[in-house]
């Protein structure tokens, strides 16, 4: 015997199908939501965190030494990077601005050889103590190295192997906030439990107890989401 379909059965199949597609589409949206760019949870550097730009462009490279709550201790290898003239700006932001513009017009030939090289990361922003002045600096690609291409306004400023204390923060970088986050580098350096102590003794020992510092920039200035920066502390063991 053949079943029989009432109008009231096809409305019941139009429904559960209706239910059906809109389950579909909110797990859908649900998936694509979680999917996009996220900002940066807050840092665990315990987890030995690289930043995600060195998966897309070279970086300096470097042996991960040590961590602890609020820092890390990498050891870099020698490297090259071309640094600007010192730039006068407001801020610490508007310099950096300033700064990539010019590098990377250098990068894309703006030199007296003409030469094209790869983007890397990051652009290390460093300020004059006491002067609204600030010099940026740009990592030059290893194929590059040996030979960096000269151009007005810039210099090379080579780099031996060196140590460094790292602290990673997110957002744009200004100049209160970089005091702030390198006093808070050197505090987390200073916990007895926090095994940082060794670290903070060689730090002071080669820099003083207020130690010059540089803020790393992984991302291009017309990114406004998930940026990612460093506080480096240079020193000598």
């Given at each position: 015997q053949?079943?029989?379909y009432s109008f009231l059965n096809f409305q019941i199949m139009e429904t559960g199908l209706t239910v059906l597609k809109l389950s579909f589409c909110l797990s859908l949206v649900v998936v694509i939501s979680c999917a996009q760019p996220q900002a940066p949870a807050p840092w665990n550097p315990s987890m030995g965190m690289r930043p995600g730009t060195c998966d897309r462009y070279e970086c300096p490279a470097y042996k991960l030494v040590d961590t602890g709550y609020g820092f890390e201790i990498r050891m870099y290898d020698s490297a090259v990077w071309?640094?600007?003239?010192?730039?006068?700006?407001?801020?610490m932001t508007q310099a950096t601005k300033t700064g990539f513009q010019r590098l990377f017009?250098?990068?894309?030939?703006?030199?007296?050889?003409?030469?094209?090289?790869?983007?890397?990361?990051p652009v290390i922003t460093q300020a004059t103590p006491g002067k609204s002045v600030y010099t940026?600096?740009?990592?030059?690609?290893?194929?590059?190295?040996?030979?960096?291409?000269?151009?007005?306004?810039?210099?090379?400023?080579?780099?031996k192997p060196t140590y460094v204390a790292v602290r990673q923060i997110g957002g744009y970088v200004t100049d209160d906030a970089a005091k702030t986050e390198a006093a808070a580098l050197m505090a987390s350096l200073k916990v007895p439990s926090n095994n940082g102590t060794e670290w903070i003794v060689a730090i002071e020992k080669s820099k003083g107890k207020s130690p010059e510092y540089l803020v790393a920039d992984y991302n291009p200035p017309f990114q406004t989401t998930a940026r990612v920066n460093e506080i480096l502390v240079p020193f000598n063991m």
């Open positions: 053949k079943p029989e071309m640094s600007t003239a010192p730039i006068p700006a407001p801020s017009s250098y990068i894309k030939g703006d030199n007296k050889s003409r030469t094209r090289m790869n983007m890397t990361a940026v600096s740009f990592y030059v690609a290893k194929k590059n190295q040996e030979n960096p291409p000269l151009a007005d306004g810039l210099h090379v400023q080579p780099w």
